[in-house]
């Protein structure tokens, strides 16, 4: 898939659509924690900074006359200095990869952020005339309490990862929605709550018809992530992390679920196999 090309598929009844918003980079070592660059670095290219490239993307589903987004990209307030560090590259706005849906923010009703960290939730929010608002100015933004918690009271290790732009002005607009674990957004739609990248990072899963699809946020980031060893550094709580792969792998397999893989420059979906060597 090139950059800026829409990935349409079906879950079931339910249309989806991977919608690339921008393009990142952090270091590789980070990236893969305690695997040396020795491993990763045969199936990841770094530049002479050691950072790899990373795809950053809405995931677009429709289902039941309602219109969901998970995640929303790093968006378009970070400062010069900031893109540079992250060689941030903003292929196109949120308004112009909706609109190849033929969809307006005003359009969705629901965002799911599978956390707050700044590659995630920093289009949640943008600044229009000096002012911070939602960018769906008509959607619940769904996180978890724990996320919340932990994104408003930071310390040391965490506090890099966190911009409140990204997500105090969602509650002054009434527009955030704290959830506590499992929780049934809608019919066939839901998030579950799994810790470990962050200490409420949560998953969205996606099921209509008997097909099923599961956006696993940086539980694995990318399709190189898989084996269970390759947990990154950035993890608050690695060891949760590494029981909830075991946990959820063996729910792909049993139940033939496909899989988002949230920043992945080459696959962006991967289906049960990849899993099952794993287990």
């Known amino acids: 898939m090139n950059e800026g090309e829409r990935n349409s598929f079906k879950i079931g009844d339910f249309e989806a659509a991977l919608l690339h918003i921008d393009t990142f980079a952090l270091d590789g070592g980070a990236m893969f924690g305690v695997v040396p660059k020795s491993i990763w670095g045969r ?5 002479a900074r050691n950072r790899i490239k990373l795809f950053g993307s809405l995931l677009l589903v429709r289902a039941n006359g309602l219109n969901f987004i998970v995640e929303t990209g790093m ?3 970070l400062s010069p200095k900031e893109k540079k560090i992250y ?3 903003n292929v196109r706005t949120i308004s112009e990869a909706l609109k190849e849906s033929n969809l307006e923010t005003g359009d969705i009703d629901f965002v799911i952020l599978t956390h707050l960290h700044l590659d995630h939730a920093g289009g949640a929010t943008k600044l229009v005339e000096g002012e911070l608002i939602p960018t769906f100015e008509n959607a619940d933004y769904i996180v978890q309490e724990d996320e919340f918690d932990a994104a408003t009271n930071t310390n040391e290790r965490t506090e890099g990862s966190y911009r409140e732009d990204d997500f105090i002005p969602l509650e002054e607009h009434g527009r955030l929605k704290l959830v506590d674990g ?8 839901k998030v579950i709550e799994t810790g470990g990248h962050s200490f409420g990072h949560q998953i969205a ?4 018809n008997g097909e099923k699809l599961l956006h696993i946020g940086d539980l694995v980031p990318t399709s190189r992530h898989v084996r269970l060893p390759y947990i990154m550094a950035y993890d608050t709580h690695p060891m949760t992390t590494l029981k909830k792969r075991k946990e959820f792998y063996g729910k792909i397999v049993e139940e033939d679920i496909d899989v988002v893989f949230p920043h992945d420059i080459n696959q962006k979906i991967g289906g049960p196999e990849a899993f099952s060597e794993c287990l």
């Open 43 to 47: 199936s990841y290219n770094c530049d």
């Open 87 to 89: 060689d941030l590259k």
């Open 205 to 208: 899963t996606f099921e209509s």
């Open 182 to 189: 499992e929780y049934e957004v809608a019919e066939g739609v």
């Open 75 to 77: 968006g378009t307030k």
